[in-house]
């Protein structure tokens, strides 16, 4: 199949789909690297958002677009790590989309451009939150309906979800 990469300002992207036609999109996959960052400029510091606590940008995509199958990836990394990251060991990638199908095709992107996909569940379950701490230490990524991906010491095989937990402040 076809597959479309959305690698645009957040702010532009629904017009972006809109403009593509979402029946052109339609049984594509559609690998999105957006992310909602306001163009308002930060708080204190603190970047802001257009959309709400109880939505996504993707959701609102696959809304526009409800026939193609997307799939969240490269939004948590700047653009001179997409392609063959120099750390190690392999980094990981979170994803997340509704399309089992879809996701396996960004896995298989991701691993030939040097990524280790981890699937965080469907669309519907972006990731909200991520927190790192030192290298080598704990990774957590927390997700809208309160599951977690976490990655202790080791190798890249020790993620592995963890339903309903709290998230971290």
């Known amino acids: ?15 972006v789909i809109d403009q593509a036609g979402p ?9 999105d690297s957006t992310n909602p960052i306001s163009d308002e400029p930060p708080n204190n510091g603190v970047i802001r958002y257009f959309t709400s ?38 980094p990981a990638m979170f994803i997340c989309g509704n ?14 451009v040097g990524w280790l996909a981890v699937d965080i569940g469907g669309g519907e379950v972006p990731v909200r939150r991520t927190v790192s701490f030192k290298r080598g230490e704990l990774v957590r990524a927390a997700c809208a309906d309160g599951t977690f991906v976490v990655k202790g010491q080791g190798d890249e095989r020790d993620w592995v979800a963890l339903p309903k937990l709290e998230a971290p402040e």
Not at 1 to 15: F, Q, Y
Not at 62 to 89: C, L, W, Y
């Open 23 to 31: 029946a052109n999109l339609a049984g594509k996959t559609v690998i």
């Open 99 to 112: 399309d089992a199908g879809a996701k396996q095709e960004a896995s298989d992107i991701l691993t030939k």
């Open 1 to 15: 199949g076809e597959i479309v990469v959305l690698a645009v300002k957040g702010t532009a992207a629904e017009s």
């Open 53 to 90: 606590a109880n939505e996504s940008l993707m959701e609102r995509l696959q809304t526009k677009a409800p026939q193609a199958k997307f799939v969240k990836a490269f939004n948590s990394v700047g653009n001179a790590f997409m392609v063959n990251p120099p750390f190690k060991p392999t």
